[in-house]
């Protein structure tokens, strides 16, 4: 099996595209509305991009109308990393795919959804990719 830590900036840029490398890679966010999943209620498993590990579900997925595929809860919790953004001169959460590194998007919570977490893992469509097939929970 590929070990996905061990991949190197340059073998990245060969196995993605140039905005695929910008958002996984460099924690690059595709612009809002435009993703091929913002609202998509397929149902199905999103997958890593970079990698192909399993990270979120369409049993999880909720519309927030904030211009990004939305999801109230990972898969599972180990499935993702979420570490402390300071960027762009705001405290956010980001969130990492855990078995590549690669960046996700950003977690946000007490927004007030009507969701069983009140979490919102707002996660950029290029960042995933969707395998249409029966989930059971
Ligand atoms: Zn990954």
Known sequence: MTDFKLITDAQWRE????????????????????????DTTTEGVYSCRACGEELFRSTEKFDAHCGWPSFFSPLAK??????????????????????????????????GFNTPTDLRYCINSISLRLEEKPVSN
């Open 15 to 38: 196995r993605l595209n140039p905005e695929e490398y910008r958002v996984l890679r460099q924690a690059g966010t595709e612009a809002p509305h435009v993703g091929e999943y913002t």
């Open 78 to 111: 180990d499935k993702i990393i979420e570490k402390e953004d300071l960027s762009l001169g705001m405290r956010r959460i980001e969130v990492l795919c855990a078995n590549c590194g690669s960046h996700m998007g950003h977690v946000f919570e007490g927004e």
